[in-house]
C-alpha cells in the first residue's frame, strides 16, 4: 500500500505530498486548486501517458514519486518527465513506463472521469467473479488450468512426433545402416588391434623370410652355436675351481640360448611364406576398420560404443507409433475432463452471478442511479484455460435504454459511481490495495452524498489491506474519511503555489462547514460536527452489518456444491 505520496512541479503544484493511511482518505479543497493533479500524478506514476504540457510553468521537469509499504522494508517508485522524456525508477532499479505498468498492476486501481478503468477489462470481470464465487470454485478453476495445460503440452509433442516423421524415417535408416555397417565387420577389438602389426611383416615378405634364414644359420651347427660349443669342450680339461666352473656354466648357457633361437629363426622363416589370399584379405580387413575409425570413432572401442547408442536412439524412433496412441488416448481422456469442468465453472459462474446482480444494483440505488441495473452475462468465447467463457458486465443508466459494456453510455461521475458500486460488492474478492476515486460525487447532493461516503469507507474498511482514495467536493463524503488532507493554493512572489497539509480531529468540521457554505458560522460548525457524528455512526453499524453479512457469505460458501448438477444443459448465455 502507498504511505507517502509527493508531486512536484505538475500544473499548477510546485511541490506537495500526501501521507496516506490504511481506510478512507479524501482530499478536499477550492475548485481549480490543484486536487485533481494529484489523480493525475498517481496515474503518471502507474504508467499512464504523460506530455510536456502537464509540467509547471517555468519548471524544467515534473516529479512524482510514492513511498509504497513492502514486505520486508518500504520502496520507492518514481516517475521524472522532462520535454524530452522520463526517467523512471521502481524500487531502486531503472526502469520503463512498462515497468511501471507492470507494478501498478493488482495494487492501484484508479477510477476517474476521463481515465480507463480495469474494471472495463472481461478478463478482470471473470476474474473478480471467480473470486466472488468462492474458494471451492477457485479450486476447480486451477484444477481445470492444469488440466489444460496438460493436454497443451500432450498436443504439443503429438505434433513434434508426427511433424517430424520424415525426418523420423531417414534418421532410422541411417541408424539401420550404421548398425548394419558396423556389427557385418564382427570387430574383435584385441585382434583387430594387432592386424597392423601382421600386416607389415606380411607385407615385407621375401626379405623377412631370407633375414630370418641367415641369423638362423649364424647362430646354427655351423656358426655360433658350433663356437660355443668348442669353448665348452675347451673349459672342461682344466681344474675345476669355483671360477672355471662359473665360466662352464655362462658358456653352457650360451650354447643353449643359442640353439633355441636359431630353431625359432627357423621356424619363423618358415612361417614368413606370404600367401597372397591371406594378404589381400588382411589388407582389405584393415581398410575397413580405418573407415570404421573415421566415421565412428578413434578406436575400434568407440566404434563399438557408437553402434551401442544407436541401437537405443533406433528404439526410441520405432516406439514413436505406440507413443502417439498413448498421446491420443490421453488428449482423448483430457478432453473429457475439461468438458466436465467447464460445465461446472459455468455453473459456479452463473450462480456467482446470479447472487451478485441484486446487490450491485441495490448499491446503485443507494448512490443515487435509481433507474441503473447490473447486467452480466456469460457466453463461450473466452480463454479456454480459463473455461472458455466470456463475461461481460454492462449496465444500464437510464430508462428505455439498454444496458452498455463498462466505460460507456454514462458520465464521468457516473461511470465512478458504478465503479464504486461494483467494488463495493466486490470488497473481498477484489485483491487491489489502493483504489482512487475522482468526482464519483459529481451530480449528486444529500442522502445520495451520504451513501457515497458509506459506501466508500465500506469498500476501504471490507480487507485490514486495503485503502481508498477520494477527490471530493462534498462534506457528506469527507465526513466518513479517516484521513482528511486539504488543499490550498496562494500567490508567493508573483506565483501560484498550491499546498496540502492533513488536518486534525479539531480542523475537520470547519473544513466540513467550508465545504458547504457555511466556515464562519456557528451553524456552519455544528454542522460539520453533526456530519462527523452521522458518518461515525454509519460507521459503527456498517461494520455490525458487514460482520453479518460476512458470516452469511462463508455460509453460502461452506454449503455451494463443488460440481453442477449432472442435467445441467452447459454454456450458454442468461441476464441477470
Same mark, same amino acid.
Given at each position: 500500500m502507498l504511505r507517502e505520496l509527493r508531486v512536484q512541479s505538475l500544473g499548477v503544484i510546485e511541490d506537495i505530498t500526501i501521507e496516506l493511511a490504511d481506510g478512507l482518505t479524501v482530499v478536499t479543497g477550492e475548485t481549480g486548486v490543484g486536487?485533481?493533479?494529484?489523480?493525475?500524478?498517481?496515474?503518471?506514476?502507474? +504508467?499512464?501517458?504523460?506530455?510536456?504540457?502537464?509540467?509547471?510553468? !517555468?519548471?524544467?521537469?515534473? &516529479?512524482?514519486? &510514492?513511498?509504497?509499504?513492502? @514486505?520486508?522494508?518500504?520502496? @520507492?517508485?518514481? #516517475?521524472?518527465?522532462?520535454?524530452s522524456g522520463n526517467r523512471i525508477r521502481v524500487a531502486g532499479e531503472l526502469g520503463t513506463v512498462a515497468d511501471l505498468r507492470e507494478w501498478a498492476t493488482g495494487r492501484i486501481e484508479i477510477h476517474g472521469q476521463h481515465d480507463h478503468i480495469r474494471l472495463a477489462d472481461p478478463a478482470v470481470q471473470r476474474n473478480l467473479l471467480d473470486h466472488f464465487a468462492g474458494a471451492a470454485h477457485l479450486e476447480e478453476l486451477a484444477s481445470h488450468r492444469q488440466t489444460f495445460d496438460a493436454r497443451t503440452a500432450a498436443l504439443a509433442e503429438r505434433d513434434v512426433l508426427v511433424g517430424d516423421g520424415r525426418i523420423r524415417l531417414r534418421l532410422a535408416d541411417q541408424l539401420r545402416h550404421e548398425l548394419a555397417e558396423i556389427e557385418g565387420v564382427a570387430i574383435d577389438v584385441e585382434a583387430d588391434e594387432a592386424l597392423d602389426d601382421r600386416l607389415e611383416l606380411l607385407e615385407a615378405g621375401e626379405q623377412v623370410r631370407h633375414a630370418l634364414?641367415?641369423?638362423?644359420?649364424?647362430?646354427? =651347427?655351423? !656358426?655360433?652355436?658350433?663356437?660355443? +660349443?668348442?669353448?665348452?669342450?675347451?673349459?672342461?680339461?682344466?681344474?675345476?675351481?669355483?671360477?672355471?666352473?662359473?665360466?662352464? =656354466?655362462?658358456?653352457?648357457?650360451?650354447?643353449?640360448?643359442?640353439? =633355441?633361437?636359431?630353431?625359432?629363426?627357423?621356424?619363423?622363416?618358415? $612361417?614368413?611364406?606370404? =600367401?597372397?589370399?591371406?594378404?589381400?584379405?588382411? #589388407?582389405? %580387413?584393415? %581398410?575397413?576398420?580405418?573407415?570404421? #575409425? #573415421?566415421?565412428?570413432?578413434? !578406436?575400434?572401442?568407440?566404434?563399438?560404443?557408437?553402434? $551401442?547408442?544407436a541401437r537405443v536412439r533406433l528404439a526410441e524412433l520405432d516406439g514413436t507409433d505406440d507413443r502417439l496412441a498413448d498421446l491420443d488416448r490421453n488428449i482423448a481422456e483430457l478432453d473429457d475432463q475439461l468438458d466436465a469442468s467447464r460445465q461446472t465453472l459455468f455453473a459456479a459462474r452463473r450462480k456467482a452471478a446470479d447472487d451478485l446482480v441484486p446487490t450491485v444494483t441495490a448499491q446503485l440505488r443507494q448512490l443515487g442511479m435509481p433507474h441503473a441495473h447490473l447486467?452480466?452475462?456469460?457466453d463461450e468465447g473466452g480463454a479456454p484455460r480459463d473455461g472458455g467463457h466470456e463475461v461481460?458486465?454492462?449496465? !444500464?443508466?437510464?430508462?428505455?435504454?439498454?444496458?452498455?459494456?463498462?466505460?460507456? +453510455?454514462?458520465? +464521468?461521475?457516473?461511470?465512478?459511481?458504478?465503479?464504486?458500486?461494483?467494488?463495493?460488492?466486490?470488497? $473481498?474478492? *477484489?485483491?487491489?490495495?489502493?483504489?482512487?476515486?475522482?468526482?464519483? *460525487?459529481?451530480?449528486?447532493?444529500? *442522502?445520495?452524498?451520504?451513501?457515497v461516503g458509506a459506501a466508500l469507507a465500506r469498500l476501504a474498511h471490507a480487507r485490514p489491506d486495503r485503502q481508498v482514495l477520494c477527490v471530493t467536493h462534498l462534506a457528506q463524503v469527507a465526513a466518513h474519511a479517516d484521513v482528511h488532507h486539504v488543499v490550498d493554493k496562494h500567490v508567493e512572489a508573483g506565483a501560484t503555489v498550491t499546498t496540502a497539509r492533513r488536518l486534525s480531529e479539531d480542523e475537520r468540521p470547519a473544513e466540513l462547514a467550508r465545504m458547504m457554505g457555511g466556515a464562519d458560522t456557528d451553524a456552519g460548525l455544528a454542522h460539520g460536527l453533526e456530519?462527523?457524528?452521522?458518518?461515525?455512526?454509519?460507521?459503527?453499524?456498517s461494520l455490525a452489518e458487514r460482520n453479518?453479512?460476512?458470516r452469511r457469505h462463508l455460509h453460502r460458501l461452506a454449503v455451494q456444491p463443488r460440481r453442477a448438477c449432472d442435467h445441467l444443459a452447459g454454456p450458454g448465455s442468461r441476464r441477470g
Amino acid at each position: 500500500m502507498l504511505r507517502e505520496l509527493r508531486v512536484q512541479s505538475l500544473g499548477v503544484i510546485e511541490d506537495i505530498t500526501i501521507e496516506l493511511a490504511d481506510g478512507l482518505t479524501v482530499v478536499t479543497g477550492e475548485t481549480g486548486v490543484g486536487k485533481t493533479l494529484i489523480v493525475t500524478g498517481l496515474s503518471l506514476l502507474c +504508467g499512464a501517458r504523460g506530455d510536456s504540457t502537464l509540467i509547471r510553468d !517555468g519548471a524544467d521537469g515534473a &516529479a512524482i514519486e &510514492a513511498l509504497v509499504r513492502g @514486505v520486508d522494508e518500504d520502496v @520507492v517508485v518514481a #516517475r521524472r518527465m522532462t520535454g524530452s522524456g522520463n526517467r523512471i525508477r521502481v524500487a531502486g532499479e531503472l526502469g520503463t513506463v512498462a515497468d511501471l505498468r507492470e507494478w501498478a498492476t493488482g495494487r492501484i486501481e484508479i477510477h476517474g472521469q476521463h481515465d480507463h478503468i480495469r474494471l472495463a477489462d472481461p478478463a478482470v470481470q471473470r476474474n473478480l467473479l471467480d473470486h466472488f464465487a468462492g474458494a471451492a470454485h477457485l479450486e476447480e478453476l486451477a484444477s481445470h488450468r492444469q488440466t489444460f495445460d496438460a493436454r497443451t503440452a500432450a498436443l504439443a509433442e503429438r505434433d513434434v512426433l508426427v511433424g517430424d516423421g520424415r525426418i523420423r524415417l531417414r534418421l532410422a535408416d541411417q541408424l539401420r545402416h550404421e548398425l548394419a555397417e558396423i556389427e557385418g565387420v564382427a570387430i574383435d577389438v584385441e585382434a583387430d588391434e594387432a592386424l597392423d602389426d601382421r600386416l607389415e611383416l606380411l607385407e615385407a615378405g621375401e626379405q623377412v623370410r631370407h633375414a630370418l634364414a641367415a641369423a638362423a644359420l649364424a647362430l646354427g =651347427d655351423e !656358426g655360433a652355436a658350433d663356437a660355443l +660349443g668348442a669353448a665348452v669342450g675347451a673349459l672342461r680339461d682344466v681344474p675345476a675351481t669355483a671360477t672355471m666352473a662359473a665360466f662352464m =656354466d655362462r658358456a653352457v648357457r650360451l650354447v643353449e640360448e643359442a640353439t =633355441d633361437l636359431a630353431r625359432e629363426l627357423r621356424d619363423a622363416a618358415e $612361417d614368413a611364406e606370404v =600367401d597372397p589370399g591371406e594378404l589381400d584379405a588382411l #589388407r582389405e %580387413r584393415v %581398410r575397413v576398420l580405418a573407415g570404421l #575409425r #573415421r566415421k565412428y570413432g578413434d !578406436g575400434l572401442a568407440d566404434v563399438l560404443a557408437h553402434a $551401442d547408442d544407436a541401437r537405443v536412439r533406433l528404439a526410441e524412433l520405432d516406439g514413436t507409433d505406440d507413443r502417439l496412441a498413448d498421446l491420443d488416448r490421453n488428449i482423448a481422456e483430457l478432453d473429457d475432463q475439461l468438458d466436465a469442468s467447464r460445465q461446472t465453472l459455468f455453473a459456479a459462474r452463473r450462480k456467482a452471478a446470479d447472487d451478485l446482480v441484486p446487490t450491485v444494483t441495490a448499491q446503485l440505488r443507494q448512490l443515487g442511479m435509481p433507474h441503473a441495473h447490473l447486467d452480466i452475462t456469460i457466453d463461450e468465447g473466452g480463454a479456454p484455460r480459463d473455461g472458455g467463457h466470456e463475461v461481460t458486465f454492462r449496465v !444500464g443508466v437510464n430508462p428505455g435504454q439498454p444496458a452498455v459494456t463498462l466505460g460507456k +453510455g454514462a458520465s +464521468g461521475g457516473e461511470r465512478s459511481r458504478i465503479a464504486l458500486a461494483i467494488e463495493t460488492a466486490l470488497a $473481498d474478492a *477484489d485483491r487491489t490495495t489502493t483504489i482512487v476515486f475522482d468526482e464519483v *460525487d459529481a451530480g449528486v447532493g444529500g *442522502d445520495t452524498a451520504r451513501a457515497v461516503g458509506a459506501a466508500l469507507a465500506r469498500l476501504a474498511h471490507a480487507r485490514p489491506d486495503r485503502q481508498v482514495l477520494c477527490v471530493t467536493h462534498l462534506a457528506q463524503v469527507a465526513a466518513h474519511a479517516d484521513v482528511h488532507h486539504v488543499v490550498d493554493k496562494h500567490v508567493e512572489a508573483g506565483a501560484t503555489v498550491t499546498t496540502a497539509r492533513r488536518l486534525s480531529e479539531d480542523e475537520r468540521p470547519a473544513e466540513l462547514a467550508r465545504m458547504m457554505g457555511g466556515a464562519d458560522t456557528d451553524a456552519g460548525l455544528a454542522h460539520g460536527l453533526e456530519l462527523l457524528a452521522v458518518a461515525r455512526a454509519a460507521a459503527t453499524t456498517s461494520l455490525a452489518e458487514r460482520n453479518r453479512q460476512r458470516r452469511r457469505h462463508l455460509h453460502r460458501l461452506a454449503v455451494q456444491p463443488r460440481r453442477a448438477c449432472d442435467h445441467l444443459a452447459g454454456p450458454g448465455s442468461r441476464r441477470g
